[in-house]
Nanobody, 127 residues
Framework: VQLQASGGGLVQPGGSLRLSCAAS???????????MGWFRQAPGKEREFVAA????????YYADSMKGRVTVSRDNAKNTVYLQMNSLTPEDTAVYYC??????????????????WGKGTQVTVSS
C-alpha cells in the first residue's frame, strides 16, 4: 500500500490546515481494516506521534501536545485519512507523515505497530 499525504503549506500562526492522506496500491482495499495515523518530524528533532484513528474511526488517539488543536478522521470509502489542525504555532512546523498500522487498532496508543509510511508533506507556520 502506498500512502500519499497532501495539504501542507505555509500558514500564519493561529491558522489552520487540513492534511489528507490517500492510500493506493494493490492491497488498498484492505486499508479500511487497519488503523491509520500521523507523525511529524521537525528540523533537528526526532519523529513524533501526532494522532491515530482505529479502523472504524471509533477510537481516536492524540499526542498530549496536540490535544484540542487537531482532529483525525477517515473516510474508508475513499481510502483516505485526514488531519485537521487549528491554532497552529511555529512549533508545529515539520514534515507530516501518514502511516498505516498492522492492526485495526494502533499499539501503545498510536506509537507502535506502524506498517506503511507516506513520503510526508511540509507544514510551515510562519508570519
Amino acid at each position: 500500500v502506498q500512502l500519499q499525504a497532501s495539504g501542507g503549506g505555509l500558514v500564519q500562526p493561529g491558522g489552520s490546515l487540513r492534511l489528507s492522506c490517500a492510500a493506493s496500491g494493490r492491497y488498498v482495499r484492505t486499508i479500511s481494516n487497519n488503523a491509520m495515523g500521523w507523525f511529524r518530524q521537525a528540523p533537528g528533532k526526532e519523529r513524533e506521534f501526532v494522532a491515530a484513528i482505529s479502523w472504524r474511526g471509533e477510537n481516536l488517539y492524540y499526542a498530549d501536545s496536540m490535544k484540542g488543536r487537531v482532529t483525525v478522521s477517515r473516510d474508508n470509502a475513499k481510502n483516505t485519512v485526514y488531519l485537521q489542525m487549528n491554532s497552529l504555532t511555529p512549533e508545529d512546523t515539520a514534515v507530516y507523515y501518514c502511516v498505516s498500522y498492522r492492526q485495526s487498532y494502533p499499539g501503545n496508543s498510536g506509537r507502535d505497530g506502524m506498517r506503511d509510511w507516506g513520503k510526508g508533506t511540509q507544514v510551515t507556520v510562519s508570519s
